[in-house]
């Protein structure tokens, strides 16, 4: 009986990383024996206020529940606003395509930081449209902060996708008579969308990443909470708390930019 | 225009503050910039060798840093190796002084989380290379170290260029965020800035095209590097 | 062959991409019911003519009259439409819209474009995929189906506008030589039908066997124009007898 155990490169990499992943849980328990446990508790009885913004767990009114609802609904916007942009860098009309080209690059070349800022006090507090008073609160802006640089990247991937097609398609579809928007809709975005998904997936890995930042905005997210928090432990239990928030953003992100990648591979023999 | 009030500007101090801040996110961000790339290539090349356990440790290191918020990050940093970490007594006062201040905090942090991002670009660059050109390499007798550094980096780097770019770019733009942890940079300075004037829309609407035009400068920058080393007809139609 | 009669009237067309002129004054005209092959080395001009011929391509200079459309004076694509509904254009790589059926690529522009009635143009559409010889296959994606298919199923799709005129641009080069046949095949009824064709191809003996009249192309100017016996066995230019000592 010859067992030869044989693993891929692949398997020791894993087993390396598990083997890490052992290391750090040997490391807590090692340090929650030495007294580490107590600040594990501090942090297990703050941790639904950390994640919804309750310390029963609900309502979720904050907490990094409210970073994942900012990040989906300013995906929804960026989505909006990045295809609009992106099918304007390919118009046939320079008085289209070059102010969509000045826009993007602008908000391309933005800190998120400093338009998140810009947008809290360029945005009024509230608007008027047509009699009804819609309030403009900070979440709200927020969700446009994050919105638009998210739409100029976006409006890149949207034109790579549709440049992407072959020409022949654009040919076809002309020499049958279809109109330009009538391209755009019946040939051209059913195709493109298949090579969007991927680059759309990491745009909103990274945007629930940059929901970090909207703490500036003073509404209730994680760090927000993480802050408050702070004022009320003691120092040594700051770090479990900084540890602990950066494990909630790596769970969440890290899947997605994985599932991601998975799908650009999938994706990349797809041109025709 | 607009009713927007930029009399603030004829201030002298203001003026100072502003280029202050300029200059010292010029240099954070060259600082992390340099160290980052460093830690990119380093990574790439171990990377290269194959070696598994290396490798998972390397991967780990990527992706912690590529999905945690780079805020966070400094913050965290901040946090630890300042508060926390190791203390100095400072000569004048005698009073104990953090070590490392809050620009070499976020120095360090960007640095890593720069080097994340270059490790992957440079990774890819590596990785797309023919293998064509590695066995002529080997085949003329070269050693790895001279082929990785004389033939696989010259190569590797120019299609690495784009990726590089935006590593940079986004570096610049972090750097604004190093504000949060109080180091006294342009978003620091802007803070202050509307602190003192209350006019907090027309600082931060020149904050950010004072922003947008540096970085359009170094996208420049970078793509006249780009046509300068392009390696003429290599990459088109391959 | 009096002017007014042709179908289809070209008369000393430039046109340049950039510095490089591609059509240096080419001179033709068809008839109905005619079916014309293009033949030429490449980079002869051969495919810019058909383009010009339905608008896809802006001439530079010169005059295109089909039937009643002064092509050349059309500018907007909406103009178009009355012309692309008369003309046709077939495609070396068949073009066919990958995310829909064979069936669906019939119907779309039909339906889309023209406005017809669906219930009608399905059962046109079917009609002609029958016609094709590939009736068992409607609801397969181009996708599964081989070179020669997805080429006659262009073919259906160009037949489905009802149109005058089809435009054949190469159509068989992409293909292997046992798929050629059956294509040929199908477009050989096509012009036994009656329909005017304009094609250009590489395929000499079929050239032969179903062209009306035969031009050669070259450098952007067609060089001889005759029917194929004619041109095929006694050319008149020496360009053309270079050129036909070198494929032939």
Redesign the interface.
């Known amino acids: 009986m010859n067992m030869t155990f044989e693993l891929s490169?692949e398997g020791?990499?894993?087993?390396?990383?598990g083997g890490?992943l052992a290391a750090i849980a040997a490391w807590i328990a090692v340090d929650a024996m030495a007294g580490g446990a107590e600040h594990w508790g501090r942090v297990f009885v703050r941790l639904p206020l950390l994640l919804t913004g309750q310390g029963d767990g609900w309502p979720i009114t904050g907490g990094f529940a409210l970073n994942i609802l900012l990040s989906i609904a300013s995906m929804a916007v960026a989505t909006v606003l990045g295809t609009l942009l992106g099918i304007s860098t390919l118009a046939q009309s320079p008085y289209l395509r070059l102010p969509a080209f000045f826009i993007m690059?602008?908000l391309r070349?933005?800190?998120?930081?400093?338009?998140l800022?810009?947008m809290?006090?360029?945005l009024p507090f509230q608007v008027e449209v047509f009699g009804l008073r819609i309030p403009f609160p900070p979440f709200v802006k927020a969700v446009i902060g994050l919105a638009l640089p998210t739409a100029a990247n976006l409006s890149e991937v949207v034109r790579g996708a549709v440049q992407s097609i072959?020409s022949?398609?654009w040919?076809?579809?002309?020499?049958?008579?279809?109109?330009?928007p009538?391209i755009y809709r019946?040939?051209i975005l059913?195709?493109a969308l298949r090579r969007m998904i991927p680059g759309w997936m990491n745009l909103y890995?990274l945007l629930t990443?940059?929901?970090?930042?909207a703490?500036?905005t003073g509404i209730q997210d994680v760090?927000t909470i993480l802050n408050t928090s702070l004022a009320m432990e003691s120092?040594?239990v700051?770090?479990y708390f900084?540890?602990t928030?950066?494990f909630l953003?790596?769970a969440y992100?890290?899947p997605i930019?994985i599932f991601a990648r998975r799908l650009e591979r999938a994706v990349k023999g797809d041109n025709? | 225009m607009f009713g927007l009030d930029y009399s603030w500007l004829a201030d002298p101090a203001y003026q100072n503050w502003l280029v202050t801040g300029v200059i010292n996110t010029l240099e954070l961000a060259a600082l992390s910039s340099s160290v980052a790339i460093l830690i990119g290539m380093l990574g790439a090349l171990g990377l290269s060798l194959?070696v598994?356990?290396l490798?998972?440790?390397i991967?780990?290191f990527v992706?912690?840093f590529?999905?945690?918020?780079?805020?966070?990050?400094m913050?965290?940093a901040y946090?630890?190796l300042s508060?926390?970490g190791l203390k100095t007594t400072d000569p004048v006062t005698g009073l104990e002084v953090p070590l490392l201040s809050a620009f070499a905090c976020a120095c360090i942090s960007l640095s890593l989380f720069g080097g994340a991002l270059a490790i992957e670009a440079f990774r890819s660059g590596l990785e797309t290379m023919p293998k064509a050109i590695t066995e002529a390499g080997r085949s003329l007798g070269y050693s790895r170290w001279a082929r990785f550094w004389r033939i696989e980096v010259p190569i590797a780097s120019r299609v690495c260029l784009p990726s590089l770019t935006n590593i940079l770019?986004n570096l610049f733009?972090?750097?604004?965020?190093a504000?949060?942890i109080t180091v006294p940079e342009l978003?620091y300075y802007a803070g202050q800035i509307y602190n003192d004037t209350f006019r907090?829309?027309e600082v931060?609407?020149l904050?950010?095209i004072i922003?947008?035009v540096l970085?359009?400068i170094l996208?420049y920058g970078m793509s006249r590097l780009e046509a300068y080393l392009t390696l003429p007809g290599y990459g088109k139609g391959q | 062959m009096k002017r007014s009669e042709a179908l289809i009237e070209i008369d000393n067309i430039h046109k340049s991409f950039g510095d490089f002129e591609v059509l240096k004054g080419i001179s033709l005209s068809v008839n109905e019911g005619e079916a014309v092959c293009i033949i030429g080395p490449s980079g002869s001009g051969k495919s810019t003519v058909l383009r010009c011929i339905?608008g896809?391509l802006p001439i530079d200079e010169g005059y295109i009259r089909v039937g009643n459309h002064r092509v050349h004076e059309l500018r907007s694509?909406?103009e178009?439409?009355p012309l692309?509904?008369q003309v046709?254009?077939v495609?070396q790589?068949y073009?066919?819209?990958?995310?829909k059926t064979a069936l669906e690529n019939i119907m779309?522009?039909p339906i889309?474009?023209?406005g017809h009635e669906r219930a009608e143009v399905e059962d046109r559409a079917r009609k002609l995929l029958e016609k094709v010889r590939l009736g068992n296959k409607a609801d397969a994606y181009p996708g599964m189906l081989s070179g020669g298919q997805q080429q006659r199923v262009?073919i259906a799709?160009a037949l489905a506008?009802q149109p005058e005129i089809i435009l054949f641009d190469e159509v068989t080069a992409a293909l292997d030589p046992e798929t050629v046949k059956e294509v040929l095949l199908t477009i050989r009824e096509l012009v036994d039908d009656g329909l005017t064709c304009i094609l250009v191809t590489h395929e000499m003996k079929f050239a032969r066997e179903v062209a009306d009249r035969v031009c050669f192309t070259d450098h952007g100017l067609i060089v001889e124009n005759a029917p194929p016996a004619d041109l095929f066995d006694n050319p008149q230019d020496p360009r053309t007898r270079e050129f036909l000592g070198q494929v032939l």
């Open positions: 490169y020791k990499k894993r087993l390396v990383i890490v690059n602008f070349n933005s800190p998120w930081l400093v338009l800022f810009a809290l006090f360029i072959h022949g398609q040919e076809a579809a002309r020499a049958l008579g279809y109109t330009t009538q019946h040939v059913p195709q890995a990443i940059a929901t970090a930042l703490t500036v760090l120092e040594r700051l770090v900084y540890l928030t950066l953003f790596f992100c890290y930019a025709i | 194959r598994f356990w490798d998972a440790l991967e780990f992706e912690v590529r999905n945690t918020p780079p805020l966070l990050q913050l965290f946090f630890t508060t926390l770019t733009k972090t750097t604004s965020q504000s949060v978003m907090t829309l931060m609407i904050i950010l922003y947008v970085v359009s996208s | 339905n896809l694509e909406k178009m439409r692309r509904h046709s254009m495609f790589q073009n066919l819209f990958p995310h779309m522009a889309q474009v023209l262009a799709r506008m």
